[in-house]
């Protein structure tokens, strides 16, 4: 079975330009989570849709926004790029919505994006 | 003051050494405990997930949770060189986001 698969694996962007980075969830999964780790740092709740709707947002600025598609993939964009915009984004794919005793998100590999 | 404290190492053990990491968190309303594992290059995979107080073991891996102190510790016995990783630690309310720690860079060395 496929994990969690993100695209593009590297990215490289100028500052002020936009971003489009692909998740694919695992099949079956409707939730889809989105994470900035800054190098360094834990992962930064970025974003969580489930069943095509926001759930919920991390303290990011409207530059960030996503969305989730009917076939349960998601987009994460970003605009007006700064250079403390370079991170590892992660996305993560659950069951559910998880509020039951068992955490199942299952993390990709993320996307490594530079703004330069 | 961060919600999630960790200390971010590096930790340089020998084979075979018993390893302890360790996160404190100021969140009262944390009950969903978890311990990630990430390469380099990689996104984190999850090791050890806890409800609530208590220990939860798994083969060499070992998961405690003291809400009354709000301090959390993932042992890890009879370290391996393929241990060496960073160990993330993330909680939540039950909500559906994780708070994570920095992370501790771990090296285990033959």
């Known amino acids: 079975d496929a994990g969690v698969t993100q695209s593009p694996t590297h990215l490289i962007k100028t500052r002020g330009q936009h971003v489009t980075l692909r998740c694919s969830p695992i099949s079956g999964h409707k939730s889809v989570s989105w994470y900035q780790q800054v190098l360094g740092q834990g992962p930064q709740f970025i974003f969580q849709?489930?069943?095509?709707?926001?759930?919920g947002r991390g303290n990011f600025p409207d530059r960030f926004s996503a969305r989730q598609f009917p076939n349960y993939s998601s987009e994460l964009n970003v605009n007006a790029l700064l250079l403390g915009d370079s991170a590892l984004y992660l996305c993560a794919s659950s069951l559910e919505r998880v509020r039951r005793a068992d955490y199942g998100y299952t993390f990709g590999s993320g996307t490594r994006l530079t703004v330069v | 003051q961060k919600e999630v404290e960790q200390d971010p190492g590096p930790l340089s053990v020998p084979e075979g050494a018993i390893v302890s990491l360790n996160c404190t968190y100021s969140n009262s309303a944390f009950q969903y405990f978890m311990w990630y594992r990430q390469y380099s290059r990689k996104g984190p995979e999850l090791l050890m997930y806890?409800?609530?107080?208590g220990n939860k073991e798994d083969g060499r891996f070992t998961a405690q949770v003291d809400k009354s102190s709000k301090y959390i510790s993932l042992f890890i016995r009879d370290s391996q060189p393929s241990d060496s990783a960073t160990y993330l630690c993330?909680?939540?309310?039950?909500?559906?986001?994780?708070?994570f720690g920095t992370g501790t860079r771990l090296q285990v060395f033959p």
């Open positions: 849709y489930y069943e095509k709707e926001e759930r």
């Open positions: 993330a909680m939540s309310a039950g909500t559906d986001k994780l708070i």
């Open positions: 806890t409800y609530s107080s």
